[in-house]
């Protein structure tokens, strides 16, 4: 999968697990042809977010330190350009509205899973 300019998809995953995040990748590259880079926090995040500029950040939304809604406000801050998805376990608890963190949407872990999913997402935001 390329972006509009035919470069390689730049896909963040952040995600204080580390399984998660090694998961997510093979998955992610089974379903598209991203380049891919991990991020273990929120602070993490926000400096490869500067660094790297990535196109599309899946981010954990409860984590140690600054967690996902607190990182996207910075990543956002810092580039409007980016594409961010919130992630969690359980909607259970979750902010219902996403217009303060910046983010595009939030789903739970579980929907990457389900088939075909992953690929329309990845496109969708590459659009």
């Known amino acids: 999968m390329t972006g509009a300019n035919g470069a390689a998809a730049s896909v ?8 998660f995040r090694t998961a997510f990748r093979s ?12 991020a273990p926090s929120g602070e993490a995040a926000v400096k490869m977010c500067r660094e790297l500029s990535p196109k599309i950040v899946f981010m954990d939304l409860r984590m140690p330190g ?5 990182a996207c406000r910075q990543i956002r801050a810092a580039s409007a350009d ?19 963190s910046g983010a595009t949407r ?21 659009e």
Request: net charge negative; charged share 20%; proline share 3%.
């Open 66 to 70: 600054i967690g996902g809604l607190e």
């Open 27 to 38: 998955y992610l590259l089974d379903q598209s042809a991203c380049e891919i880079v991990e």
């Open 12 to 19: 963040l995953i952040v995600d204080d697990s580390s399984t």
């Open 106 to 126: 939030i789903m739970t872990k579980d929907e990457l899973l389900v088939p075909g999913r992953i690929r329309a997402l990845v496109q969708q935001l590459m």
């Open 82 to 100: 980016t594409r961010l998805v919130l992630l969690s376990a359980s909607l259970r608890g979750a902010p219902q509205d996403l217009t303060t």
